[in-house]
C-alpha cells in the first residue's frame, strides 16, 4: 500500500532505494559459512521479488535484478564451486531474459550489455544466459 501512496510516481526514486537496501543487505551478509550466505542471499531475493510485485513494471523488474545480479555476482566469486549458488544466479539472469523481452528493443538493447556483463567463468566453462 505505501508504494502505491508514496512511490509509485516516482518509479526511479523507488529502484534507486531498493538497489540500496539490497547492497546494504548484501554487505551485512555472515560470511563465515556457506550456510548463512546461502540462506542470506535467498532472504534477499525473496525481499526483490516482493518488489518487483509491487511494481508490476518490467523495466523495474529488469533493473531491479541485474543490480541484484551484480551484487551476488561478487559473493559468487567466494563460492564458484557451489552448483546450488551458480543455479540460483542463472535462474536470475534468465528471469531478466525473459522480463527484457517485454521491453522495447531499444532498452532491451541498453539492458542486453549490462547482462552480458553478469555472465561468469568457473573451472573453465562459461555459465552465460543461454
Known amino acids: 500500500m505505501s508504494y502505491l501512496l ?3 510516481s516516482d518509479e526511479d526514486r523507488f529502484i534507486e532505494g531498493v538497489n540500496e537496501e ?4 548484501f554487505s551485512e551478509i555472515n560470511r563465515s559459512s556457506f550456510y548463512f550466505v546461502k540462506k542470506s542471499i535467498r532472504k534477499i531475493l525473496r525481499l526483490v521479488k516482493k518488489y518487483i510485485r509491487y511494481s508490476k513494471k518490467k523495466e523495474t523488474e529488469v533493473r531491479l535484478l541485474i543490480h ?14 557451489s552448483p546450488m549458488m551458480i543455479g540460483l544466479y542463472q535462474r536470475q539472469l534468465k528471469a531478466i531474459t525473459k522480463a527484457m523481452s517485454y521491453l ?7 539492458y542486453q550489455q549490462d547482462l552480458e556483463e553478469l555472465a561468469i567463468e568457473t573451472d573453465g566453462y562459461w555459465y552465460d544466459i543461454d
Do not use: G, I, P
Open 104 to 110: 522495447h528493443e531499444d532498452l532491451q538493447f541498453d
Open 68 to 81: 541484484f545480479c551484480r551484487e551476488f555476482k561478487k559473493v559468487l566469486n567466494t563460492f564458484s564451486r
Open 6 to 8: 508514496y512511490e509509485a
Open 22 to 25: 539490497v547492497s546494504e543487505l
